[in-house]
């Protein structure tokens, strides 16, 4: 365990911690179904079997965990709010609650509209999709903006697309490898619509939450080099560059549905800071023809990249390296390339999965984490903010409750919340830091 007080950051600077809906609130008779709620009724899909029908029974528990909160210190929350459940009679009137709590408590509410439950009736195939995401967030906006100052659009478009539509792993449990392309566009083209809408209901707060990551070159060979940048490529300037520059990656635009032209205008609207999820490198070589294991999914052969082991880290429960100045060299990276372009950052996740409630390992990794992200902002990075991922062990899509990345226990057979160490660190930290103020675009 680290001893060494961490730096200070500047005053205003955003502490908090993250969660999704589908992954803590259960009640889903309560709610619409959504593609997860189908795919987890699919033998096999889960790893464990599980469903999220009750998970930490957040919904009728949100009060206790304000509480959690508020005796952490956090200055914000990040939750997520579910499309299903504000299409169901009285969804809309549950985070009308759970902002009042934060609100009574001092917590600032910070929602994002979409984390990857997506209604079952609804396709990120079709373009009407983002159309119809506008129309919520709307309805959404209407009926907490008046509480809610900060908001995200969209969390991880690249998981989802990848994950969901590409690979199969998660909801919808789609493979469609390259042809889930439209995913990708379909959901960029829904952030900017849901900009527009939120900007219509007078916001002015907003950002995404897009996860990124350096691709590591497993060698100094041209083919090595090459499948490192085309997996930069797919995973990390496929989702920014059309958000901070206005146009897709070489290449790239032309494989998109629509008129991407036009469409790009939309995408592109001027966001007040960029949310980053950071959890490690990946180290990418030329294909190897085979099937490959990475972080608990089976790549197919045929990829035009292999992913590669990182030797010589630790790694989490669930096989992931730890690599703190990766941090560092991604937001450093991030200013190099887009200049200008980049509004302020704010790490919107960082965690990492381990047992136990002296989780001294959980420790360990975010005292690095956070000394690589003040690091970055030493380097001239405009670094707003950090969210740790997460509040409450959950359940973590097909790893079931097999995996637990909350600075609170969860026992999923009485839903008892017990905070760990890594809990009472942070408590700590966020009192060193004098934590409680600001906003995402405070300085």
Known sequence: MATNPIPRFPDGFLWGVSTSAHQIEGAASLRERSVWDAFTERPGRVKDGSTAAVACDHYHRYR????LLADLGVDAYRFSVSWPRVNSPGGLDFYDRLVDELCAAGVRPVPTLFHWDLP?????????TASRFAAY????????????????????????????????????GKALLFDAL????????????????????????????????????????????????????????????????????????????????????????????????????????????????????????????SVRTIEGRP?????????????????????????????????????CSYDGLDDQERITYLDGHIRALHEALAAGVDVRGYFVWSLLDNFEWAEGYARRFGLVHVDFDTRTRTPKASYHWYREVLRAQGARGGSAQSS
């Open 315 to 351: 790694v989490t429960d669930f096989g992931w390296p730890v690599v703190p100045e990766g941090l560092t060299e991604l937001l450093t990276g991030f200013r190099a390339r887009y200049g200008d372009r980049l509004p302020p950052v704010v790490i919107t996740e960082n965690g």
């Open 182 to 305: 439209p995913v990708a566009h379909h959901q960029l083209l829904a952030h900017g619509l849901a900009v527009r809408a939120l900007r219509a209901s007078g916001a002015t707060d907003i950002g995404i939450a897009n996860s990124h990551a350096p691709a590591w070159p497993a060698s100094g060979e041209p083919a090595d080099l090459e499948a490192a940048e085309f997996y930069d490529v797919l995973l990390n300037r496929t989702f920014a560059d059309p958000l901070l520059l206005g146009r897709y990656p070489d290449g790239v635009g032309e494989l998109m549905p629509g008129d991407v032209d036009a469409d790009l205008k939309v995408i592109a609207e001027p966001l007040d800071w960029y949310g980053i999820n950071y959890y490690a490198p990946t180290r990418v070589g030329a294909p190897q023809g085979a099937e490959i294991e990475f972080g608990g999914l089976t790549l197919p052969a045929g990829l035009p990249f």
């Open 120 to 128: 079952v009736a609804l396709d990120w195939l079709e373009r009407d």
């Open 137 to 172: 967030v709307a309805l959404v906006a209407d009926r907490l903006g008046d509480r809610v100052g900060t908001w995200i659009t969209l969390n991880e478009p690249a998981e989802h697309t990848l994950l969901g539509h590409a690979l199969g792993a998660h909801a919808p």
């Open 64 to 67: 206790e965990d304000v509480a």
